[in-house]
């Protein structure tokens, strides 16, 4: 068997068992225990080698492929293979959950809540409630309202997986937070063109 049918294989048992948890909703223990098991298929680092997930050339940080997608979209499976550099602001991920967990390389996840009531447009606070470095056999699990932000400044490079309820091109608007001055940025990712197909 090839490594991407044994991938295949892996992928489509490991989605089995997350299904099964979030028959119910994608409630904090249920996501907590669907993500147990997406760490579990990241220990099989044989199923993931470089050679089909390769870094991003020279100036560029990330890459992600896509592996597994429900055809309405849900269950959404990427590879982020990246190198350091990667950060973002505050996001959530337009009324998706999303689970990351680690095959190779470590980076920082900032978890935080809004605190401001949202009823002023273009205008939104957040604080940070946790942090969490997501490396192998440690991963993040962020509900449907979750927010974070990405800050992968560890030297060696990453090879992440990444869960979502709803594919990018499923979400709806995401929001983006600015520290810095308190705004927020509504936005629906538009150009996928990013994603290369590895299914
Ligand atoms: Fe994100």
Redesign the pocket.
């Known amino acids: 068997m090839s490594t991407k049918q044994a991938r295949t294989e892996a992928i489509s048992e490991t989605l089995g068992k997350i299904r099964s948890e979030l028959a119910d909703g994608a409630s904090d223990a249920a996501l907590s225990a669907a993500r147990a098991h997406l760490i579990e298929l990241a220990e099989r680092a044989d199923l993931f080698p470089r050679s089909d997930f390769p870094l991003p050339e020279e100036g560029k940080n990330e890459r992600t492929f896509l592996i597994q997608e429900d055809a309405d979209g849900s269950y959404a499976l990427y590879v982020n293979s990246g190198l350091k550099g990667q950060t973002?602001r505050p996001?959530d991920?337009g009324e998706s959950w999303?689970i990351v967990v680690a095959v190779e390389g470590e980076e920082r996840h900032r978890v935080y809540r809004r605190v401001d009531d949202g009823s002023v447009d273009g205008r939104g606070e957040v604080e940070v409630i946790d942090e969490i470095n997501v490396r192998p056999g440690v991963g993040i699990c962020l509900p449907e309202s979750g927010i974070?932000s990405?800050h992968a400044d560890s030297e060696q490079p990453l090879l992440h997986l990444h869960l979502y309820g709803r594919s990018f091109a499923n979400q709806s608007t995401r929001t983006e937070y600015d520290l810095d001055d308190g705004t927020t940025h509504s936005y629906k990712l538009r150009r996928l063109d990013f994603i290369e197909d590895a299914r």
Do not use: K, P, S, W
């Open positions: 973002t996001h991920h999303a974070h990405i």
